[in-house]
């Protein structure tokens, strides 16, 4: 199995999923991810997940363009933007979309961003988990 998550950076909501993909469908499945307008992987998003126990710290961002070509079953995205904008993907991918909010838009102290992030990881969590247990072989 062979899925693509896309969002609009590439830097916090999509590498979250990946990661837990990853993590939940070990070697069931080939995890890539990618950004329409693709950033640095956000530091808030790779702490969050450090404390989740899942190292993202080497994720880099990626650009959709790079994956134009290539067949998914499954082509998740996890922003509405990502949604309104994804192309067309050769062959037969499912289409799955769940929008999370944007924690790169939080805004306030260390702790005050972080926990945004915390609880956009925590959703996305049990969206992968479900995920997991619907699709997995």
């Known amino acids: 199995m062979k899925i693509l998550i ?3 950076g590439n830097s ?3 590498q979250i999923a990946e990661g837990y993909l990853r993590y939940y469908l070990k070697d069931k499945a080939e995890i890539f991810s990618a950004g329409l307008r693709p950033e640095p992987v956000n530091p808030f998003a790779i702490t969050a997940m450090k404390e ?3 190292d993202i710290s080497r994720h880099v961002s990626n650009s959709i363009e790079q994956y134009i070509d290539d067949k998914f079953d ?3 995205t996890v922003c509405d933007n990502a949604n ?3 192309p067309i993907f050769p062959g037969n991918a499912k289409r799955i979309h769940k929008n999370f909010s944007d924690p790169a838009k939080a805004r306030g102290e260390y702790d005050e961003v972080l926990a945004i992030y915390r609880s956009v990881r925590d959703e996305i969590k049990v969206f992968c988990l479900n995920f997991a247990n619907d699709y997995s072989l």
């Open 74 to 76: 499954y082509v998740i």
């Open 84 to 86: 309104e904008h994804c």
């Open 6 to 8: 896309i969002c609009t």
């Open 52 to 54: 989740a126990g899942i």
């Open 12 to 14: 916090c909501r999509s």
